[in-house]
């Protein structure tokens, strides 16, 4: 087997950081980036869609657990 030094070393390291880069930016970066087409076509799918009615078991449909109450105006 042939170790590889130098310029070559670093070129092999490059390549292999290079196509992992390529692999994953597709699937990673670019819905974080620009997340619109996934939205528009995420209405799309879910346009006949009733959650209240294929909800399983009678469960409450999910909510923002994070969402404070609404305050009564005085």
């Not at 292999?16 to 620009?34: D, E, Q, R």
């Amino acid at each position: 087997m042939v170790m590889l030094k130098g310029w070559k070393f670093v070129a092999m390291v490059g390549s292999v950081v290079g196509v992992i880069g390529l692999a994953i930016y597709p699937i990673i970066v670019s819905p974080m980036v620009n997340p619109e087409p996934y939205k528009r076509q995420q209405a799309v799918n879910r346009s006949g869609v009733k959650q209240e009615e294929i909800q399983p078991g009678n469960m409450k449909v999910w909510s923002d657990p994070f969402a404070r109450p609404k305050q009564a105006e005085d």
